[in-house]
């Protein structure tokens, strides 16, 4: 596509519902990174895809996060059990590679709350 | 860890000049990003700095010192829609360390 996909763009959940948020990115982006925005703070790190291995997954913030991609393609961020915290705007980026100067390409985000 | 502090809030006026800051201790360093992002959007490069110096892009700069753990955005002939958030991020082994970022409000 010609842009990264984030689907849905708004989602609003049970507390202790599990939910998967959708990330499609560019074609041909090898690395792919998840992050975390509350409102009117900065973008917290969750995840950082190269190829379909994540060789950071130093900030999913609990066990209650997993994120897994396929065929160098998508990805899937699923969060079990939600909690209030939670809700925040999931970002998702990608980009040519993991280094040098690879600018990364966001997606619009997917807005979730937890009600 | 990574640290990365930048100014919460900035205003300026349209036409005017003004530069954020933005000072970081992070344990690696493979480069520095600035990125704009407007309300309710997702963020948008802005630049790229690796090595010491100034980097020039229309009527945005970026300024990097390694030594210093410092950067700054330099932003010329302020117009009203660059009122937005920037955000000044520090790569490391692939993955990006963002800042809270800086609102910027430009008033007539």
């Known amino acids: 596509g010609a842009g990264v996909s984030q689907s849905p763009s708004n989602k609003v959940t049970e507390k202790g519902k599990d939910v998967e948020l959708r990330c499609d990115p560019i074609?041909?982006?090898?690395?792919l990174y998840w992050y975390r925005q509350r409102l009117g703070q900065g973008l917290e790190f969750l995840i950082y895809f190269q190829g379909n291995s994540a060789p950071d997954k130093s900030g999913l913030p609990s066990d209650r996060f997993s994120a897994e991609r396929t065929g160098e393609s998508v990805s899937t961020l699923t969060i079990q059990r939600t909690q209030q915290e939670d809700s925040a705007v999931y970002l998702c980026a990608s980009s040519l590679g993991g280094g040098g100067d690879t600018e990364a390409f966001f997606g619009q985000g997917t807005r979730l709350t937890v009600v | 860890g990574q640290n990365i502090d930048q100014p919460t809030e900035m205003t300026a006026t349209e036409g005017a000049i003004v530069q954020i800051n933005c000072t970081y201790q992070?344990?690696?360093?493979?480069?520095l990003f600035w990125y704009q992002q407007h309300a309710g959007e997702a963020p948008t490069f802005l630049s790229y700095n690796v090595l010491d110096g100034l980097e020039e892009k229309g009527r945005f700069s970026s300024f990097l010192s390694r030594s210093k753990g410092y950067s700054y955005l330099l932003l010329k002939e302020l117009q009203m829609k660059d009122s937005a958030s920037y955000l000044c991020a520090v790569r490391d082994s692939g993955k990006s360390t963002f800042g809270d970022g800086t609102t910027l409000t430009v008033k007539p």
């Open positions: 074609s041909g982006h090898t690395a």
């Open positions: 992070t344990s690696g360093f493979n480069g």
